[in-house]
Every structure is written in C-alpha cells, then in structure tokens.
C-alpha cells in the first residue's frame, strides 16, 4: 500500500482545511487509518485514527471538537477536516495505516504541510 496525503496549506487562525490521503496499491485489506503531525523541533504525535468501519474513532484532546477524522473506502481515501485552526496546528501531517493488522501503523505517507498564522 502506499499513501498520498495532499491539502495541507498557509492559512489565517480560525480557518479551515481539509486533507486528503489517498491510498494506492492492496487496498482490499480492512485496516485502520490515521493521521500525525509532527511541528517544528518537537516529535511527531498521534492526531485521529478510524477503523475500517469508521465504528471506532480516537483523537487527541488538543484537536477534539475541532478535527474531524473520515474515510471512503470506495475512493480509497482517508480525509481529515480541520476547523478552526490554530497556530499551534502548524505542522507536517501525515496520513498512516495498520497495513500489519497488529496495531502499529507500519504504513506512511510523505506527509503535507499546515501552517496557520495568527
């Protein structure tokens, strides 16, 4: 599987944007997605994660209420809706998937870059 992210930009605070992360390649399987960013000098962080169903969805706290994580998987893509911006988003997103089934996310994309400014 390979993933493409794209839909990152430069915005004001308050704004939006929505990214895409579109997979390629054995899509059959049923994994779990999510997304990560990683800011400037700091580590990278879980972000939201979805199930293949979309049953189970997890996210930070820093981004509840704010983000929203979504999947189709007719179109093979991973989606995440960010409302709200902050400066603090600011980051490289990746988009990832449990392609292994064993919980990990072993799978990466190239990452898309957000930048907010206040």
């Known amino acids: 599987v390979q993933l493409q992210a794209s839909g990152g930009g430069s915005v004001q605070a308050g704004a939006f944007l929505r990214l895409s992360c579109a997979a390629s390649g054995r899509t059959d399987s049923r994994y779990r997605m999510g997304w990560f960013r990683e800011a400037p000098r700091k580590a990278r962080e879980f972000v939201a994660s979805?199930?293949?169903?979309?049953?189970?969805?997890d996210y930070a706290d820093s981004v509840k209420g704010r983000f929203t994580i979504s999947r189709d998987n007719a179109k093979n893509t991973l989606y995440l809706q960010l409302n709200n911006l902050k400066p603090e988003d600011t980051a490289v997103y990746y988009c990832?998937?449990?392609?292994?089934?064993?919980?990990?996310?072993?799978?990466w994309g190239q990452g898309t870059l957000v930048t907010v400014s206040s």
């Open positions: 990832a998937a449990d392609t292994r089934s064993d919980g990990t996310f072993f799978t």
């Open positions: 979805i199930t293949w169903s979309g049953a189970t969805i």
